[in-house]
């Protein structure tokens, strides 16, 4: 008997009860038979959630011997006891450090040089005990080095509580702040701290000013947004001049500031929001610089006085460009940074403000990842930077702007012989439905032949303007040692290529996200990377709606699907502005109040059109404390597979119980739920050795 069979025949997968609920708009009627699922009160539906838990426990117990080789496998590559560069702020050098066995990182620091004696100033490992789940949130040390404020969330959910911790005397203040967003800035008088609160959606939408030593019932609402489009963040310039209150929703930027050395006067607004106008605020001297797209897709450089900052008075320092994207910009004393992407690859250049004179950042591999690090201090000549690739390691380096020289500080060790000249890898064009050219980094093991046997791992994203990055992965050497290719889809929806390139993967072009998958699939089975029946395809929220919308379209394109804390029921969320996010989606999808939104939409949510035919073997997992996307998605939509699909495919779901968005949160724990979906993988691949 095949082994699926027997499987099968074992345990059979659970089945959640049909409850019809009428979701009725704009005269259109969806009958959704799962929406009971949303109740977490319902003792049926954390049994249902058991029940596959249980299942997939079960279908997988076959593997444990391999998950345990794999986890073994990748442990082994990480260099447990390990210590992040430090970096330098007034008098003191701050680092991270990890010991072998502690899930968690160590923050310390040092006083006048590197061989003073360490500070202890915060260990995760302790705050993280008697808790399933832990996460640090805001991590911000007063400007005199003596207070820090943190918050930790040991839920997943997101909602962090703020503490004060006296790091003269390490005493904890009474002083707690429960429901705030991890964002915080210090005024320079050591004691005035501006933090974010959260609404009952998740949204950061209140700012208040606390004085240390006051009571948390005195502080001071200083701004509440009441458009639940927008979010509210507060930032500080590197020059500590100005505090930044920042308003975005996902189109529109507006920013106030005050000066930070009179945390009590009055908030200005730099430019009042514009719709479809987005802008980002730095500061040197006299001056405001700022990154917009005002009348500029791919953004522009302006420059204006503080004591003058409106629109009208702003001076253009660096136009618009057609065919590259100025991502951002750093200002220091004597430098301005200024960060593009020009063919789909990062660059930066430095600008030396008195001089003019500019040098350029280059890198010499065919895709990469590159980004600013830690670098606090303004008055200085170093730009502390991070490089990786899928052939290097994540790599730190300090770039000396005055001379244009770089130093590495430090490459992430990879235990066990790696040997940087066994893989190789490239740049790839796919052709899309409309003749656009979409890129795929792609990396494999030296020696593989291009006959169509290879098994392969694509992988994409597409939504929100984020860029795919090609980076290092130790992990990711399980599966290139056995063979497997790694690729990335760079599809329109992400912004590799430009701002357009966003443009043309969202509202009602964000079906070019999904034909581009296909395409690039297809390019890769035409070029005998690999063949339908050796391909495997994984994304995450977004991601995981990208998963659901192309094996709706193509299920025969793909073997295997891993699907990540899946956004796949696309219009009944974004309809129920209760939830997270939802109103501010509107700005990326569309609003289903809108019959042409509406209809597109639905045309391709995935859980709207899952159909009566063949699925590939699918992964399904899901947080049940996930504020992002409601652990109720990945349930619905794996129990309307169930009940709909004609194969005898595996279809797993697996519900973390304790976490959130981004699953486990100790470094060992995760690597046990990488090691689960590498032998999900391999197994169905037929490659569990």
Known sequence: MHKDNLLHNITK?????????????????????????????????????EAENTYTAAMMAHTQALQTKLYNEMLARIKETDLSVPYRKDEYYYYVRTEEGKDYPIYCRKKGSLEAPEEV????????????????????????????????????????????LDLTTFELSTETIPDTYFSLAWANDNKTIFYTKIDDTNRPYQLFR????????????IYEELDEIYHLYVDKTRSEQYLLMLLKSSITTEVHYIDANYPEGNWKLIHPRTTGMEYDVDHHSDYFYIVTNDRATNFKLVKTLVASPSKENWQTIIPHQEDVLLSGISLFANHLVIYERKGGLETARVKHLSTGEESNINFPEPTYEFYEGNNPEFNTTILRFHYTSFITPPSVFDYKMETHERELKKETEVLGG?????????WLMATA??????????????????????????????????????????????????????????????????????????FLQKKNTFTDFIACAEYLIDEKWTASDRLVITGGSAGGLLMGAVINLRPDLFKVVVAHVPFVDVVTTILDTSLPLSAMEWEEWGDPNDPVYYEYMKSYSPYDNVEAKDYPDMLITAGLNDSRVKYWE??????????????????LLKT?????????????????????????ILDRLGLSQ
């Open 634 to 651: 990945p349930a619905k939509w794996t129990a309307k597979l169930r009940e709909l699909k004609t194969d005898n495919n595996i279809l």
């Open 433 to 506: 439905e409309d003749g656009t050219q979409i890129p795929i980094s792609i990396v494999y093991k030296q020696g593989i032949q291009k006959n169509g046997h290879n098994p392969l791992l694509l992988t994409g994203y597409g939504a929100y303007g984020a860029s795919y990055p090609a980076t290092f992965s130790s992990n990711r050497l399980t599966l290139l040692d056995r063979g497997v290719v790694f690729a990335i889809a760079h599809i329109r929806g992400g912004e590799e290529m430009g701002r357009k390139w966003y443009e043309d993967g969202k």
């Open 656 to 680: 973390n119980m304790g976490a959130g968005h981004s699953g486990a949160s100790g470094r060992y724990e995760s690597l046990r739920e990488l090691a689960f979906e590498y032998a999900f």
């Open 121 to 164: 100033l915060l260990d995760e490992n302790e705050l993280a005990k008697g808790h399933e789940f832990f996460s640090l949130g805001v991590f911000a040390i007063s400007p005199n080095h003596q207070i820090l404020a943190y918050s930790v969330d040991t839920s997943g959910s997101e909602q962090y509580t703020l503490f004060f």
């Open 210 to 221: 606390h004085t240390l030593g006051t009571s948390v019932d005195r502080d001071i609402l």
């Open 418 to 426: 790696y040997d940087r000249t066994q893989y190789q890898s490239e």
């Open 13 to 49: 997968p659970p089945v959640a009860e049909k409850q019809p609920q009428v979701l009725e708009l704009q005269g259109d009627r969806r009958i959704d038979n799962y929406f009971w699922l949303r109740d977490i009160e319902n003792p049926q539906v954390s049994a249902y959630l």
